[in-house]
């Protein structure tokens, strides 16, 4: 079966901390990943993707992420966290040529200042 | 560039109604996805339509409906409404290739 599995739910940081946010997948082909974010109220921004070679993938604000696919994982990292950086935080996993994907339950980040 | 838009960003429909949503992609997009998000939940994928065609389809019961006109935007409908359809509605456009999605701000439908 097709899933994404966030396995935290809420997770709280001071500012300036770094942060993981962890999501493995499981897929029968080969992976489209992606991680979003949601602020309250809003749509969803992506993050970064990764659809194939290097393994570590840079995205907007300062974060990135490692496809690990022994670990069927793709984990999204900051060194540095922001109070701005509090939201949602989704996982998703795709193919080739669809719009189809399929999300994580998301992970809640709080920031204390 | 204007982004995905959507409307009415809010809407509150009694059980057994019938409800239509619209999307209107980001210019150049030609592929237009639906999504559904409860409440405390990652969104589940309704519809995916490209080029006025539907490419894909979600667990979902035919209550559900949607179409893409020529100009490419869309409409999502759905009709004799349950509580269990209260959610965010979440229009995505992209212009297929691998491009990524670009999701709206959502559609928060409230059935009472």
């Known amino acids: 079966a097709q899933s994404v599995t966030q396995p935290d739910i809420h997770i709280t940081v001071s500012e300036g901390a770094s942060l993981e946010l962890r999501c493995n997948y499981s897929y029968g082909a080969t992976p489209y990943l992606f991680w979003y974010v949601q602020s309250p109220g809003q749509g969803l921004q992506l993050l970064l993707k990764?659809?194939?070679?290097?393994?570590l993938v840079q995205g907007i604000k300062g974060f990135e992420a490692e496809f690990k696919r022994s670990q069927s994982s793709f984990n999204l990292r900051k060194p540095s966290v922001h109070w701005s950086d509090a939201a949602e935080y989704f996982c998703a996993v795709g193919a080739r040529n669809t719009d189809k994907l399929i999300f994580g339950t998301g992970t809640r980040l709080q920031v204390f200042p | 560039d204007a982004g995905v838009t959507q409307s009415p960003t809010h809407l509150i429909k009694t059980r057994g109604q019938h409800v239509t949503l619209r999307c209107s992609p980001i210019s150049g997009h030609k592929s237009v996805s639906w999504y559904q998000q409860v409440l405390g939940q990652g969104p589940q994928f309704i519809f995916q339509?490209?080029?006025?065609?539907?490419?894909g389809r979600g667990n979902f019961p035919d209550r559900f409906s949607a179409r893409q006109f020529p100009n490419y935007s869309s409409e999502l409908n759905v009709n004799a409404l349950l509580l269990g359809d209260s959610a965010l509605y979440l229009c995505?456009?992209?212009?297929?290739?691998?491009?990524?999605?670009?999701f709206g701000n959502g559609t928060r439908l409230t059935v009472t």
């Open positions: 339509y490209y080029e006025k065609e539907e490419r």
């Open positions: 995505a456009s992209s212009s297929m290739n691998n491009s990524p999605l670009h």
């Open positions: 990764y659809f194939s070679g290097d393994t």
